[in-house]
């Protein structure tokens, strides 16, 4: 089956379950699904095979407590030793397509924007120079915030029925705020204060066309991972 059907089937047979043992089997399907480094359809199979022996368990009268254990954080880690990781090619494809894609996004706004204002005010040179720092300081900043986001988001789903983990929820939330706002502050800043001989005056079309080219690329190589 493909992983699309797997995850499909995965939704319809979910609903079979109890409440608890809904919940508990979330916890685990959540948890392998933040692992992004395991191979995604391997993941999927381990996910469906486990929600078979769970809906058995269920009908043969065993408790969410005796299926899963008193340790589900344990149960998962153990079922991850079991899968394979990515494939290169997929791995890959997704770090290009997170890293790539918003710079098609950015030359096709930011193209759409000069064509716009261009009708009331004169474009401006843009320092690619500046703009090269400050994507890359973008995207390095987001790729160490979305690996805090991933691992709170499995912490807090292992403990989200505890007293400590709703406390502390405020904090996280303020943290992730701060993070946030200093991705953004770490685009912006090289574009206001950094500057470089790298000075061009680019037409607008040429960014426009540029970001569609990335898009349709990063759009094929999703297709095809």
């Known amino acids: 089956m493909k992983t699309s059907e797997l995850i499909e089937l995965n939704n319809e047979k979910r609903e079979l379950l109890t409440e608890d043992n809904k919940r508990e089997y979330e916890k685990v399907l959540l948890y392998l699904r933040l692992e ?9 199979e381990l996910l469906n095979d486990l929600l078979d022996h ?10 969410t407590e005796e299926f899963f254990g008193h340790d589900t954080e344990g149960f998962v880690k153990d079922l991850i030793a079991e899968l394979p990781v990515e494939s290169r090619r997929n791995t890959t494809a997704l770090l290009s397509i997170v890293t790539i894609m918003p710079l098609g996004f950015m030359l096709v706004v930011n193209g ?3 064509f716009i204002s261009s009708f009331f005010i004169e474009s401006k040179p843009i320092d690619v ?9 973008l995207i390095t900043s987001f790729l ?6 991933i691992r709170y988001l499995k912490k807090d789903e292992m403990d989200a029925t505890g007293e400590a983990s709703k406390k502390n929820r405020l904090l996280q939330f303020i943290q992730l705020y701060l993070l946030s706002a200093i991705v953004f502050a770490l685009f912006i800043l090289p ?29 094929v190589i999703l297709k095809r991972n």
């Not at 120079?129 to 300081?137: E, H, M, Q």
């Open 144 to 149: 160490i915030m979305l690996k805090y986001v």
């Open 112 to 114: 759409l924007a000069d």
């Open 36 to 44: 992004w480094r395991l191979s995604n359809h391997a993941t999927e």
């Open 191 to 219: 574009l206001v204060f950094l500057h470089t001989p790298f000075v061009y005056d680019i037409p607008w079309y040429i960014n426009a066309i540029t970001g569609g080219i990335i898009l349709m690329v990063m759009y």
């Open 129 to 137: 120079g500046a703009f090269v720092v400050s994507y890359i300081l």
């Open 54 to 63: 769970l809906l058995e368990a269920q009908q043969n009268g065993i408790t």
